[in-house]
């Protein structure tokens, strides 16, 4: 899963109207097993509007969540690309345990459990995580979202533990303070905000933190979204 920066993302609100979705049937080979799979990829996709502070884009790719996982039904490896190879040996574990495949949110929790298995906590577990969550909080599921939440947190967590450029990059704290002020971790949340001041100094950054600090001192666990912070900002 490539990454994206949120300071490239952000810069700035996509102002055009028009949008269009695309889709494409498409047969890829599995990864771990060999299997062909039928897939259904977004092809062409043109959208307006503000992202939220977790990083979820704004419509219409923010609609696109049940065309980001890939499954192989053979072997339930999933991935958002179902031709990325890897051992099975590394992550049996994670594909022998049962699967609810008609569940959006375990599979890219499935899918955070392969990456870290195969590569250990990175960013990429902590979107998949995300991405559940995300699921949740369109089927007004706050419990479930909640959950994954804070797996996404334990994976931010470790991920900054474990690598020193993770621990200066900015918007990881702003993903991460997001995530904790959405479940209500206001005091945790509140220590992070003051680590990342140290790092969210480019462009945005310093204005969505400063946001990010009036909704924790108000105890706000609602969804905004850059245009909000811009609109305070001004």
């Not at 092809?43 to 307006?48: F, V």
Request: net charge positive; aromatic share 8%.
């Amino acid at each position: 899963m490539k990454r994206q920066s949120l300071l490239f993302t952000c810069l700035f609100i996509i102002s055009a109207t028009m949008h269009a979705l695309t889709l494409k049937e498409d047969t890829k080979i599995c990864g771990v097993c060999g299997q062909p799979v039928h897939v259904t990829v977004v092809q062409r996709l043109l959208s307006g509007g503000a992202m939220d502070l977790d990083l979820r884009p704004a419509p219409e790719k923010r609609d696109t969540l049940k065309y980001q996982i890939q499954l192989c039904r053979k072997c339930n490896y999933c991935w958002p690309d179902i031709g990325k190879e890897r051992k099975r040996e590394k992550i049996a574990e994670v594909l022998d345990k049962p699967l609810a495949s008609d569940n959006l949110a375990a599979l890219f929790a499935r899918a955070a459990e392969i990456e870290i298995a195969d590569n250990a906590p990175s960013f990429a577990s902590f979107m998949l995580y995300m991405k559940a969550a995300w699921v949740m909080d369109d089927l007004k599921n706050k419990k479930k979202s909640d959950e994954y939440r804070k797996l996404a947190i334990k994976q931010m967590e470790l991920y900054m533990e474990r690598d020193a450029i993770a621990r200066t990059t900015g918007d990881n704290y702003l993903a991460y303070i997001d995530a904790l002020r959405r479940i209500g971790e206001f005091s945790k949340a509140k220590k992070v905000a003051e680590v990342a001041a140290l790092y969210a100094k480019e462009s945005i950054l310093p204005k969505i933190l400063d946001f990010q600090i009036k909704l924790i001192e108000n105890k706000d666990t609602g969804r905004y979204t850059v245009a909000d912070v811009l609109k305070t900002a001004k």
